[in-house]
């Protein structure tokens, strides 16, 4: 076997056997296939796609360049994932509402890149707060509290690291059969039985419609059934941001405030709904009888409580959260509904301000971000306040011209939040 005849096989639309691919993953993750070599063939997978079988061995060689948690010292829990999109804080509230639900929340999560957020950036942004546990102290606290949220080892599917960072800078991100395998492989190393995930569809996504989102949630529905895991996956809007704020600390405050009640918004509305089929899931109930409970311990402030004894247990203050020091505030140019907020130029400016990283080693300003004062379908007058930035930078004029707002006269009828359920 060499790697040119396997290029040139996936190139011509010809389908791997098992042990091909095999020896990709293996001699790739030994340094005997090259990143030059890598990219061309990952640009040839992208183009041809590849068979159910094919991604079947992928996942699993994948899976098998490193480490698998075994969770048996803490019992059944509920994983979440979610592909990625503007304003996404959902685990952080999802999590802790789970577990006040009685549901056990074991969750590894990963940075941001590009334009969409990570977990472990805006748990950062809470001071002190702990994101690297051992796997001792990571057990102790999910047996503890129910609930745990930390940073992916180094050793969890290193081969996805590898060739994640190489799709990121080649144009091979948006594949159906990469991401499947990328996102699985993770999922099924991370130990968890039950699984639900967050497909997102739209201008902020990774996945732009509901076709390829349709594909995707199928082929990770069939990649979890031939690895004994049950996985319900919910297609969900990504045209617009989730909830008002964008920003890592800026989004800890969205945190607290939906959790303590204080909010209706997309962002709260797609918690419960996701809260409802990991409840579901973990408690074996129906999705109406999850739902009651998960709106009651909203209400009850079971959530809340939840959620300050899980900073609190990683060493976290809410108390001090950074809001960076110059303020801008975006004004309407026109009078009338507000009918689109593009949420991918929201996110490439939140980067701009300093929120997010073009590059892994990039530094973030934690208090850095967007604030959303207006939101879809609003009726907006000539110079209101649209949006204001937060940000350590001093800005050029230039960028109040970001086109990611569309106000028209004629009201613009609301698009769905949830499209699908994929079981
Ligand atoms: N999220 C992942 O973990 N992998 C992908 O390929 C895309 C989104």
């Known amino acids: 076997m060499n790697i040119i005849e396997l290029?040139?096989?996936?190139?011509?639309?010809?389908?791997?056997?098992?042990?091909?691919?095999?020896?990709?993953?293996?001699?790739?993750?030994n340094g005997n296939i090259k990143d030059?070599?890598?990219?061309?063939?990952?640009?040839?997978?992208?183009?041809?796609?590849?068979?159910?079988?094919?991604?079947?061995?992928?996942?699993?060689?994948?899976?098998?360049?490193?480490?698998?948690?075994?969770l048996k010292e803490i019992g059944e829990v509920v994983d979440k994932h979610s592909t990625g999109g503007v304003g996404d804080k959902t685990t952080l509230i999802i999590a802790p509402i789970v577990a006040s639900c009685g549901v056990k929340v074991a969750k590894m999560s990963g940075r941001g890149l590009g334009h969409t957020g990570g977990t472990i950036d805006k748990l950062e942004s809470i001071p002190?707060?702990?994101?690297?546990?051992?796997?001792?102290?990571?057990?102790?606290?999910?047996?503890?509290?129910?609930?745990?949220?930390?940073?992916?080892?180094?050793?969890?599917?290193?081969?996805?690291?590898k060739i994640y960072a190489l799709r990121d800078v080649t144009g091979t991100v948006e594949s159906t059969a990469l991401i499947a395998s990328s996102i699985m492989s993770k999922k099924i190393?991370?130990?968890?039985?039950?699984?639900?995930?967050?497909?997102?569809?739209?201008?902020?996504?990774?996945?732009?419609?509901?076709?390829?989102?349709?594909?995707?949630?199928?082929?990770?529905?069939?990649?979890?059934?031939?690895?004994?895991?049950?996985?319900?996956?919910?297609?969900?809007?990504?045209?617009?941001?989730?909830?008002?704020?964008i920003g890592n600390a800026l989004e800890i405050k969205e945190v607290i405030d939906i959790l303590h009640n204080k909010k209706e918004n997309n962002l709260k509305e797609l918690c419960i709904e996701l809260s409802s089929h990991m409840v579901s899931l973990g408690l074996e109930i129906s999705y109406e009888e999850a739902k009651d409970k998960v709106i009651e311990n909203i209400n009850n402030d079971k959530a809340y409580n939840k959620?300050?004894?899980?900073?609190?247990y990683q060493n976290g203050d809410i108390n001090n959260l950074k809001e960076s020091k110059n303020k801008y505030e975006i004004k309407s140019p026109k009078e009338g509904y507000l009918n689109e907020i593009n949420a991918l130029e929201l996110?490439?400016?939140?980067?701009?301000?300093?929120?997010?990283?073009?590059?892994?080693?990039?530094s973030l300003d934690y208090g850095a971000g967007i604030i959303l004062n207006k939101t879809l379908g609003d009726y907006i007058k000539r110079g209101e306040v649209l949006m204001t930035l937060y940000t350590?930078?001093?800005?050029?004029?230039?960028?109040?011209?970001?086109?990611?707002?569309?106000?028209?006269?004629?009201?613009?009828?609301?698009?769905?939040?949830?499209?699908?359920?994929?079981?």
């Open 307 to 312: 959620f300050l004894e899980f900073v609190k």
């Open 189 to 245: 190393a991370s130990g968890a039985k039950k699984l639900v995930i967050d497909v997102k569809v739209g201008t902020g996504a990774l996945i732009k419609n509901i076709e390829e989102a349709t594909k995707l949630a199928k082929l990770m529905n069939k990649i979890g059934e031939k690895n004994n895991i049950k996985v319900i996956c919910i297609l969900t809007n990504m045209n617009t941001p989730l909830g008002s704020n």
């Open 392 to 423: 350590e930078k001093n800005l050029k004029a230039s960028i109040m011209n970001t086109p990611i707002f569309t106000i028209n006269k004629e009201k613009k009828e609301k698009e769905p939040l949830i499209y699908k359920i994929i079981k």
């Open 128 to 161: 002190n707060f702990k994101v690297k546990l051992t796997k001792e102290e990571f057990f102790k606290e999910v047996n503890d509290i129910g609930l745990a949220i930390v940073s992916q080892t180094d050793n969890l599917v290193p081969a996805d690291k």
């Open 347 to 362: 996110g490439k400016l939140s980067m701009e301000l300093g929120a997010g990283r073009e590059n892994l080693e990039d």
């Open 7 to 29: 290029i040139n096989k996936k190139r011509l639309g010809l389908i791997f056997s098992d042990k091909e691919i095999k020896y990709i993953i293996d001699n790739y993750m």
């Open 36 to 70: 030059y070599q890598m990219s061309s063939l990952l640009m040839a997978i992208a183009i041809k796609g590849m068979t159910d079988n094919e991604i079947f061995s992928l996942t699993k060689y994948m899976l098998n360049s490193g480490e698998k948690l075994d």
